[in-house]
């Protein structure tokens, strides 16, 4: 149910946070097997990382893991394709790439502690219309006639 008076906050970016039991394990994992880059590592040893995919980060930070319940989606520009680079790398698959109703093509993986991780990708012509914006231009058009 909407709340007529609620009021609309702006978000500039989002990070899920993850507790895993090794963060250089889960590092190793995250950028070697399921195609993210290391941003950053923070102690010695680490205890909190940030990997990115794309444009999106991922806090990893050391701690009991409570996969229950929890699961991080990511919507990436081809789903088979990194479904594929995956499955090369030996990550576990719960789900394979399927279509789904809400419109979009997505499949799910499991990390070393137990999170889910589901991967997809918007069906075509799925996203909004881009807007359009009128602008008036004065041009002039000439037609050559023929003598």
């Known amino acids: 149910m909407t709340n007529p008076n609620a009021r609309r906050f702006e978000c500039e970016q989002h990070h899920a946070g993850l507790s895993v039991s090794d963060i250089s394990a ?24 940030g990997v990115n995919l794309g444009d999106v980060q991922i806090f990893l930070q050391h701690g009991t893991p409570s996969p229950q319940g929890c699961s991080v989606y990511f919507v990436v520009g081809d789903a088979d394709e990194l479904y594929e680079f995956q499955r090369a790398n030996g990550v576990e698959v719960v789900e394979p790439p399927s279509d789904k109703p809400w419109l979009l093509r ?9 999170y889910y991780l589901i991967f997809g990708h918007r069906l075509q012509n799925t996203q909004p219309p881009l807007p359009i914006e009128r602008v008036d231009v004065p041009i002039r058009l000439e037609k050559r006639r023929s003598a």
Do not use: E, H, N
């Open 26 to 49: 889960a590092v190793d994992f995250y950028t070697g097997k399921l195609g993210f880059w290391l941003a950053f590592t923070w102690g010695d040893p680490p205890t909190f990382a």
């Open 106 to 114: 997505d499949y799910t993986v499991r990390d070393l502690d137990g």
